[in-house]
Structure formats: C-alpha cells, structure tokens
C-alpha cells in the first residue's frame, strides 16, 4: 500500500497548470460506445478511473488507445464486435462504468452490466438511470447483482422527467437518447459543466442537442455520427482544491489553463471567507490570506457549492477564526475525513448531515487514513498546515482522480513524498 509523506507548514509559491476533468471523460468516453467512426479525446488526465474506464471499453471490445506522452485517447470501432457486458470486477472499484449502460443498450438493444453498488460515501443507487432507460423503451430486470437491459426494436424517443437531480443518471439518459428514434425531452437534469462538456462532444458528433429550459435538454436521436476530434474541459474540482491549498497555506499561487466562469459559487464562497484572490478568465492568483472568517455552505447540484470539494473547504474552515457549518445534501455518508482530521486536531461535531468546524485550530501532525477520493485530499490538505509530518494511508483513493498531485505540490515547493 503506498502512503504520502508531508511535512507541514511549507509555504506554498508557483504555478499550477490544472489537468484535464476525470468527470467530463469518464462519459465521453462512454458516449463514444455509440460511434463506428475516429474518435480523439485530447487533454485527458490519465488517473486511475479513466485507465479503469478504457479497460472497461477495451474488454467491451472497443479498440480504444491511450497515448500517455501526448495525453490522448484515440478510439476506432470500425467493424468491431462489441460484448454488451460490462463485469463486476471492472465496476466494483469505478462505479461510474454503469454509464457504459446506457450506450450499451440504444446501439447494441440489449446490454449487461453490473450493479455498480456503494462505496464509503453512500449507497450510490441507480434507480434514476433505470427509469429513464425504461421510458426510452428498454426492459429491464436485475438478477444475481446485475441490469439486465433489453429493446428489441432499439430505443425510442420519449418524455423524461427526473424526481431528483443525477449527474450520472443524466448522462446515461443523454448518451441512450442520442441514438435512439425519435425526439427526447430530458426534464430535471442535472447541469455541471461536465455534462456541458460531453454535450459538446455529442454535438461534435453529428448528435443535434440543446438546452430548451433551465435543467431541460431536447435531443434528435441519430445514427449518422461523425468522427469527431475532442479537448476535454478542464478538472474544476482539482482546480478548487489547489486553491483552497492557497488559502491555508499559500504565499503566491498561479493556476492556469482553467475557466473561473464556472467556478462562481466555489470563488464567491472563498472570497466571503477572505482568501485573497486575483481573478481572470483563464487564471487565477492566490494570495496570502492572514485572517480566513467563518461560513455556513450547503453542498448542492450545479451551480450550488459542489459535493466534491466539501472535504477540502472543511480543512480551511478549522483555520476560521469562529464556527462554521457544512450541510451535506448530495451524499449520505460523505464525513468520513471528520474521524481523521479530528486526530490532527480538528474541532468538529456532526449532527445528521451537518458538520459543525470550530476553528481556529492548530492542526498536528498524524498517520491517517484515506477513505474516498475527496477525503484523501483534504488529508492531505490537512497535512500541508499541520505542524510535523503527517503520513496519509490508502493513497489509491487519490490516484483514482488526481494526476501527478505530488509533482504539482512540489513545485509550489510543498515537502511531499510518496514511499511505494
Ligand atoms: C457524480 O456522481 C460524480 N462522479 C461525483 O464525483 C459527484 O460527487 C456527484 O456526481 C455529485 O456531483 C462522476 O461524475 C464520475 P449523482 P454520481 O447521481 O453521478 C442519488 C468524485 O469525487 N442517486 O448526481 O454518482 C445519489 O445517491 C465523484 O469525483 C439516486 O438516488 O452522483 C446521490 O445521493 C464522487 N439514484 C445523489 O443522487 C440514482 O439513480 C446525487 O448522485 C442516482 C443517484
């Protein structure tokens, strides 16, 4: 098991160039199921999730190529034999692979994929992907811990309104839609950047798609696709985390090859916080911040606070000079960093889905444990201000989604190892 080594209270300067979005690649990837043509995917991080991904891919049969040097996927299904399986043993570990359901099911009208099940932070049900599948026309039985999806006659065009906001659900809809017949109206979807993102690819590929309402997609479904060439969007939950690194514990940070204008909650938080910042289009500086204030966020779907960085905000929030407060309305059981950050010396209490920080605290060094990929950063964030060395566990939780972590924090002169 490899462990990272930080030894706190390095002042943090220099530049930061943020990678590309494991969560915009994650379904673009999927989405390309769908298409017999060249397909490019520049600009993407190749974390462990999205290796896990084309591993996916390539075992459905996909002849898909990941070119490391250039940080490229090159993918050309021309008369390939696809499997309509997707296994547990790749989904257990990369719950985003039921994505694959979707595309899967409108190309191929029948597919198998795996329960994906839960991890640390919830129970991670798909019963919001089913039932959008179901109004496209599919019938689907789970048996023996799988989806067993089949539509005879391919899927249709439908009516699809979402009881509650999924990113993924979203997605799958949108992908299994994209080839269906006929026209689809996709109500109550979920808006992050990410899906934007994979809209554009869609769109690169013949698919015509649009926003007709605030969370209301209208899609033409198609099978004329084109080869497309795409730049994934940039990562902006990385991009949170570094900042909030600036905040605790930064001199001068320059992070580029971003976009803040779908950063406006996350900076408008920060700043209320008093974190000095100097905001462009494409970058953004972090300044010494000497006294960071109290706040009370509540994580929600985009454009509300984002789920994904509650972890890191929390680590900021002990350097708060007063209590502040986190409700947590996406995951159920998205605290486990609490227990750790506690023993570096953290005051924090939970009641239900409400953390309550006490800051200011002095943090202390300590061996903690990685349990979920956002709560291994805030360890680490955490280990970044502590006084001493902190020695953080499990360090497969952070690869699953940050690329070369250690390299960019060293080079804001950060005091990182990792021991294999
Ligand atoms: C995506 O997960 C992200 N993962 C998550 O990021 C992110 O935290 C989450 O969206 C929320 O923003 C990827 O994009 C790969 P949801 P997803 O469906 O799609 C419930 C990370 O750290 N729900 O929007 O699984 C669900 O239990 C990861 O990069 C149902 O009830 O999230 C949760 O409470 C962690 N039924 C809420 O909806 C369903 O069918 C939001 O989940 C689906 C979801």
């Keep these: 098991m490899q462990k990272l080594i930080i030894k706190g209270k390095r002042n943090l300067s220099g530049n930061i160039k943020i990678s590309g979005s494991k969560n915009a690649t994650l379904p673009i990837l999927a989405a390309s199921i769908l298409n017999n043509q060249k397909i490019e995917i520049s600009n993407t991080p190749l974390v462990k999730d999205v290796i896990t991904m084309v591993e996916l891919l390539k075992y459905i049969g996909s002849n898909i190529k990941i070119n490391y040097k250039r ?8 008369k390939k034999k696809f499997r309509t399986l997707a296994p547990y ?7 985003a692979g039921v994505i694959v359901l979707g595309p899967l099911l409108s190309k191929f009208k029948k597919a198998k994929v795996s329960l994906p099940g839960g991890c640390a932070i919830g129970t991670r049900p798909v019963n919001l992907h089913l039932l959008a599948l ?12 799988y989806i067993l999806a089949k539509a005879k006659n391919g899927l249709r065009g439908a009516k699809i309104k979402f009881p509650s906001i999924s990113v993924g659900a979203t997605e799958n809809a949108i992908i299994a ?9 996709i109500s109550n979807c979920a808006t992050e950047p990410e899906i934007q993102d994979l809209i554009n690819f869609l769109k ?90 109290p706040i ?62 006490t800051g200011s605290s002095n943090l202390n060094g300590a061996e903690v444990m990685a349990t979920d990929l956002r709560a291994s950063v805030s360890l680490v964030l955490a280990g970044l201000v502590a006084k001493n060395k902190t020695t953080v566990n499990r360090v497969y939780h952070l690869d699953r989604g940050y690329e070369f972590l250690e390299k960019k924090l060293k080079n804001c002169k950060a005091a990182i190892s990792r021991l294999h």
Excluded at 134 to 145: H, P, S, T, V
Excluded at 177 to 185: E, F, H, K, L, R
């Design 71 to 78: 940080k490229k996927i090159v993918i050309n299904n021309k």
């Design 89 to 95: 043993k790749l989904l257990k570990t990369m719950r």
């Design 134 to 145: 179901k109004k496209l026309g599919a019938n689907i039985k789970i048996k023996n811990g």
């Design 177 to 185: 839609a994209s080839y269906a017949d006929g026209v689809s109206y």
């Design 204 to 293: 690169k590929m013949n698919v015509n798609i649009n926003w007709v309402g605030k969370r209301k997609i209208k899609i033409e479904g198609t099978k004329k696709l084109k080869s497309a060439n795409y730049k994934i969007m940039f990562d902006r939950i990385e991009t949170g985390t570094f900042i909030i690194a600036g905040a605790l514990i930064g001199t001068k940070i320059v992070i580029s090859g971003i976009e803040t204008k779908v950063l406006k909650k996350e900076l408008q938080v920060l700043k209320k916080m008093g974190v000095k910042l100097e905001i462009k289009s494409k970058e953004i500086k972090i300044l010494k911040s000497r006294k960071i204030k």
């Design 296 to 357: 009370s966020i509540t994580t929600a779907p985009y454009p509300g606070f984002p789920t994904d960085l509650q972890a890191q905000i929390m680590v900021l929030m002990t350097k708060a000079n007063g209590i502040s407060t986190i409700k947590e309305n996406i995951f159920e059981n998205r605290f486990m960093h609490v227990p750790e950050l506690i023993r570096m010396g953290a005051k924090i209490n939970i009641l239900d889905n409400v953390a309550k920080i």
